[in-house]
């Protein structure tokens, strides 16, 4: 019951801070939207770490690892090459996207390629991707009061009881409003991740070679990549299909027009790799919990941090984990909602139904979306069927599907119309919600191919054609003036 | 692409090229497997390569005179 008490208190004080936050602020939609392009490298640096400490990395990173071995590494390489790209890709965009006072991503495609109707387009691919992102923090709310309950609420009720916390906590704090939870969670999660990272191997094995020796001799071949499953050619295009998506997200993206100027993501850039090796703790404690709680499979490896964390704990500090765990769903949770429900009024609301409609009906529309987004990720978390890690790769499908069209916008000498961009994205999307909802492998979709293709991602072939597709369309619906002069 | 761009590409090759032949649990670096210190060895290295990359490009105001004229 103690822990159950301290996950409420926290939740509670969450709440009480939120609120706060949002008194004496009176904002516009660009103040609200961007906090009127003035934050500095600290602020803009928690929104872009924001992935590192989530639900996805606290209960499905830990778990990946305990589950599928060496499959987990994947999590540490694609933010690295992420943040890299960022070096070159953000400046730009942020620069545009001041001289053209742009507060939203689908805004962003729009005006660069001329064209409403891509706008509309990314506006629905940005908010069908953020939905398994939040089935999977309320999947992990589920759990940790499930789990701190031992057992008294059942993951069912516990979902429901996530769903109303985060919309009422939407409905109370604004995106400044979650600032300040932003940095506790943060703080707490890093504790915890350090505590359990270095304790559980040294009490359990004495210390860390022991341990992944004792793994290695009991499960041989599960810390490297094996031939089959999840293979070395699924790890490289896995790693590289989020490495692309990773800033294709409408919430990351959104959150580089935040800052004060573009240096600050070049300086960024340098810490960010750094901040996500505390993931490496993440992962041992899902390796530690291999050999000590074992039988977990399916989808209850998203368990196995919890599970070890019952055996091993007092109830009170089971407790202080699942807070942590509580505000690494909800903090995150409140900003997909918050942005889903805004891409939903502002860019297909405003930009395909109502064009005419005024800040205030926009406002009243994105109060509506709330419930309905939150209803949705409810129905398809209480569905089920897949860990933590595999719902969020579905989901990095089909954003990444948005990055060609957004490099080529970059160039400065680009072929790429609008089109093209349009078509590309189309089929890019389509390729990647046909394989995911009918689970067909690499090789089924080209048969031809020999098996060892079979392990790789289906989002690549999505992205593949993706690319194809944008080329010709391109290359066919060249303006004339450039037909002629390339004649 | 210039010599910046190559340098910062390494990592890119490092992991998703170079994890090929790093496919191994011996020898443990400081306890941890192989093919995952090596992933560890580039997400620092990235870091360094990125500050590196800072340091030299003629964007962040401070030019290095031999970066001025292989700048184009």
């Given at each position: 019951m103690?822990?159950?008490?301290?996950?409420?208190?926290?939740?509670?004080?969450a709440l009480v801070l939120g609120s706060r936050a949002r008194q004496g602020h009176d904002m516009n939609l660009e103040q609200w939207a961007v906090g009127g392009r003035s934050f500095g490298t600290v602020f803009v640096f928690l929104l872009m770490a924001g992935e590192i400490y989530t639900t996805?990395?606290?209960?499905?990173?830990?778990?990946?690892?305990?589950?599928?071995?060496a499959a987990a590494y994947y999590i540490l390489g694609y933010g690295t090459l992420a943040y890299i790209m960022s070096y070159w890709m953000l400046p730009p965009i942020w620069r545009y996207a001041k001289a053209q006072k742009i507060v939203s991503q689908p805004q962003f495609f729009a005006?660069?390629?001329?064209?409403?109707?891509l706008g509309v387009m990314v506006a629905m691919v940005g908010a069908t991707a953020l939905i398994p992102y939040l089935v999977l923090q309320f999947k992990g709310l589920g759990i940790i009061v499930s789990m701190a309950s031992y057992g008294v609420i059942s993951p069912t009720v516990a979902v429901w009881i996530g769903a109303?916390?985060?919309?009422?906590?939407?409905?109370?704090?604004?995106?400044r409003g979650s600032a300040w939870n932003a940095m506790v969670k943060d703080v707490l999660i890093l504790i915890v991740v350090l505590v359990l990272g270095i304790y559980l191997p040294i009490h359990y094995y004495g210390n860390l070679g022991d341990m992944f020796r004792a793994i290695d001799v009991a499960k041989p071949g599960f810390l490297t990549f094996q031939s089959k499953g999840t293979s070395l050619l699924w790890f490289q295009s896995t790693t590289l299909i989020a490495a692309l998506g990773f800033f294709m997200w409408p919430h990351t993206f959104g959150s580089v027009f935040t800052a004060k100027d573009d240096r600050i993501f070049r300086r960024n850039a340098i810490v960010l790799p750094l901040y996500q090796l505390v993931l490496l703790f993440v992962f041992f404690v899902g390796f530690a919990a291999v050999l000590k709680v074992p039988g977990l499979s399916g989808t209850s490896i998203d368990l196995a941090l919890f599970r070890l964390s019952q055996q091993t704990f007092d109830p009170w500090f089971v407790g202080v984990i699942g807070a942590a765990g509580v505000l690494t769903a909800l903090v995150p949770a409140s900003m997909i909602v918050t942005t889903a429900s805004t891409l939903l009024a502002n860019d297909l609301y405003r930009g395909a139904i109502n064009r005419n409609a005024s800040d205030a009906k926009v406002a009243k529309v994105a109060r509506l979306m709330v419930p309905l987004i939150v209803l949705l990720a409810v129905f398809f978390t209480l569905k089920g069927g897949t860990t933590i890690v595999a719902i969020l790769l579905v989901g990095y499908n089909i954003v990444t599907q948005l990055f060609p069209a957004a490099v080529c916008s970059l160039m400065p000498n680009s072929r790429a119309t609008r089109q093209g961009a349009v078509c590309g994205v189309a089929a890019g999307v389509a390729v990647a919600a046909i394989t995911t909802l009918l689970h067909l492998t690499f090789t089924q979709i080209l048969p031809f191919l020999p098996d060892s293709f079979k392990d790789l991602n289906v989002g690549f072939a999505a992205l593949v054609v993706n690319i194809f597709v944008f080329a010709v369309v391109s290359a066919i619906t060249q303006p004339r003036f450039s037909a002629r002069a390339s004649i | 692409m210039n010599r910046l761009h190559l340098l910062a590409a390494t990592p890119f090759f490092g992991i998703l090229g170079g994890?090929?032949?790093?496919?191994?649990?011996?020898?443990?670096?400081?306890?941890?497997?192989?093919?995952?210190?090596?992933?560890?060895?580039?997400?620092v290295l990235a870091s360094v390569i990125v500050a590196t990359v800072y340091r030299l490009d003629p964007a962040n105001g401070h030019v290095a005179p031999t970066m001025k004229e292989s700048g184009q």
């Open positions: 103690s822990a159950l008490i301290m996950i409420a208190a926290v939740t509670m004080l996805f990395t606290f209960l499905g990173g830990s778990g990946f690892a305990y589950g599928k071995g005006r660069k390629y001329d064209s409403p109707v109303v916390v985060v919309t009422v906590y939407v409905a109370i704090s604004g995106v | 994890i090929a032949f790093a496919n191994r649990v011996e020898p443990y670096i400081f306890g941890v497997p192989f093919v995952l210190a090596w992933v560890v060895m580039w997400v």
